[in-house]
């Protein structure tokens, strides 16, 4: 095989949260989005920093309406990785 190039493999795919941009346009904090859908802080921030594994629709409904916007305005699907000092990184 003359001239084959091996490329590095591609990321997987993975879902980003986009909640502190969201919060941010708002003027909204994590404890009034708290209240507001009956989901608690920790459990937000653990959206919020990219380490939560799954989502309930009624939790993802209840998140957007407060937050007046759509789901893909929440999350993303992206293969591409995370800055440097994203939140949500642990190295």
């Known amino acids: 095989m003359v001239g084959a190039v091996s490329a590095a493999p591609s990321p997987d795919p993975h879902v980003v949260c986009h909640l502190d941009r969201l919060l941010a ?10 209240e507001q859908v009956g989901v608690t802080v920790v459990n937000l921030s653990v959206l919020k920093n990219n ?32 800055e440097p000092g994203a939140h949500g990184t642990e190295d």
Do not use: D, P
């Not at 407060?66 to 293969?79: K, N, W, Y």
């Open 25 to 34: 346009a708002r003027g909204m904090t994590l404890v009034e989005l708290s």
């Open 51 to 82: 380490r939560a594994k799954a989502i309930r629709f009624s939790t993802l409904v209840a998140i957007c309406e407060a937050l007046g916007c759509e789901v893909g305005e929440l999350l993303e699907v992206t293969t591409e990785e995370a």
